[in-house]
């Protein structure tokens, strides 16, 4: 704990913490060691583990990376961490993130931009990690933690570990509780590590998840051994590869990984099928309506009533202006005004019914898939390799929002997904293949995880 306390120190120009809390992580490690020396270790015991700062952590402050929620300090903790504590991890701090976790980049948060620790050859120039768990992904990346927790809406932990070289899973709609989590798009998000190895991840996986009463939508059903999963191979499975995700433009490179990671599978003895899942070309739009509708709504507690900021008005209504004209950040407003919109009177059919059938229309698509066989599916995690700081935030929003083309299917169907680092590009960047799973069928994806690593 103290090591990586230290590096936290010399790496703060990176800034993947919001705040590090090493009083908390000393005391935690001082437990941990009367544990050991008497032959009491829990399983997870003194592996020291950076919080995403959009988990309520009791007594610390909590911001979700906005403005609006400074001086937040929760009096609760969420189910996740809690868990993740009863094992025995360190906890060294909150973690960087795009504002309520909106965003890929990690260059929306009102605690500054994470930096990537990765460069192209040869340049200097600031890389983004990813995000929304941008500072997870940097974190992990930069033996700043061992493993971190992160949530993921569209992409938000796939996305970052494929930027980062490191491992990202989003389980199963249900698989952990997102009791204490601060909500972006609810009927979307999930939590899940992202870690330097695979195993990392099925080991972590292995305590956050399990149901929780307090989350309705967290699955009553029993956790697996992930990790005796992860060796298990891959031997008679068959991986489909969708057609659908040859999309234009996109690098040879990728491609050519894309191949690669079939031929990997192939050579551990699955069988490799091409497949189609006609509706994934709606599948970006009716994200971006479904989520800003959920988070529209999701988003109008911080009214400076409740938590953090409050800037008075001349009455009650001025106040609430105030606050979240001074508390929000511009995406997180675009979200909110696109959100109410397609919500309102006149446009919730032509929009957000019209989203929720195409949602309807995706899931079909992969259920299709594996009632004909397929086990799991292979695509690159994202269709490009991480930009540079500032690259993308151009006026059209759009063209970052292109960046989860690959994930917001999974979540839109409520399915695992897990990013795994393949190899780098020309550039020296590193490069990520997704798979994607059956509902609660996490340990196929570390299996066949652990053959692509
Ligand atoms: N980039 C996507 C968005 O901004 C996904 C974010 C996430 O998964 N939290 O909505």
Same mark, same amino acid.
Not at 231 to 236: A, D, L, M, N, Q
Not at 277 to 281: K, N, S
């Given at each position: 704990a103290q090591a990586h306390l230290d590096a936290i120190e010399k790496a703060r120009a990176l800034n993947a913490y919001i705040v590090a809390t090493p009083d908390r992580a000393l005391k935690m490690a001082e437990v941990s060691d009367e544990k050991i020396a008497k032959g009491e270790a829990r399983p997870l015991e003194g592996l020291p583990l950076g919080i995403k700062d959009l988990f309520a952590t009791q007594g610390v402050h909590t911001t979700a990376g906005s403005k609006i929620l400074e001086g937040f300090e929760p009096h609760y903790e969420s189910n996740v961490s809690t868990q993740l504590w009863r094992d025995g991890a360190v906890m060294l701090g909150k973690l960087n993130l795009d504002e309520f976790a909106m965003g890929s980049s990690n260059e929306t948060s009102a605690y500054g931009k994470t930096i990537s620790p990765w460069r192209r050859n040869g340049s200097d120039a600031a890389i983004v990690p990813g995000g929304s768990s941008g500072g997870s992904a940097a974190a992990v990346a930069a033996h700043l933690c061992l493993g971190a927790t992160a949530t993921d809406t569209g992409g938000s932990i796939r996305q970052p570990a494929a930027f980062t070289g490191t491992v990202g899973i989003k389980p199963t709609y249900g698989r952990c509780s997102r009791w204490g989590i601060i909500a972006y798009a609810s009927s979307l998000d999930q939590a899940g590590p992202i870690a330097r190895t695979v195993q990392d991840c099925a080991i972590l996986l292995g305590s956050m998840a399990g149901h929780d009463p307090r989350d309705t939508t967290s699955v009553d059903r029993a956790v697996p051994d992930f990790e005796a999963a992860v /060796?298990?191979?891959?031997?008679?499975l068959t991986i489909g590869i969708p057609k659908?995700?040859?999309?234009?433009?996109?690098p040879e490179e990728i491609l050519r990984l894309w191949d690669q990671g079939a031929e990997w599978l192939k050579a551990a003895g699955a069988t490799i099928k091409e497949i189609s899942?006609?509706? /994934?070309?709606y599948a970006l739009p009716a994200y971006y309506i479904v989520a800003p509708a959920e988070a529209s709504s999701n988003l109008a507690r911080y009214d400076g009533v409740r938590y953090g900021l409050r800037v008075p008005g001349k009455d009650i209504a001025g106040m609430y202006e105030n606050t979240r004209a001074a508390g929000f950040g511009r995406e997180v407003k675009r979200r909110i005004m696109i959100g109410t919109y397609v919500l309102s009177a006149g446009y919730y059919d032509a929009y957000y019914v019209r989203a929720q059938k195409i949602r309807t229309l995706i899931k079909r698509d992969f259920e299709r898939a594996y009632a004909d066989g397929v086990d799991a599916i292979l695509t690159p995690a994202t269709p490009s390799a991480a930009f540079g700081l500032g690259e993308m935030a151009s006026a059209d929003p759009v063209q970052m929002y292109l960046n989860d083309v690959f994930t917001v299917t999974v979540n839109m169907a409520g399915l695992p997904g897990i990013a795994v680092p393949a190899g780098l590009d020309s550039q020296g960047l590193p490069l990520g293949l997704q798979l994607i799973g059956r509902p609660f069928d996490e340990e196929t994806l570390f299996a066949a995880a652990q053959v692509v690593e």
């Open positions: /060796t298990r191979g891959v031997k008679g659908e995700y040859r999309v234009e433009g996109m899942l006609p509706h /994934t070309q």
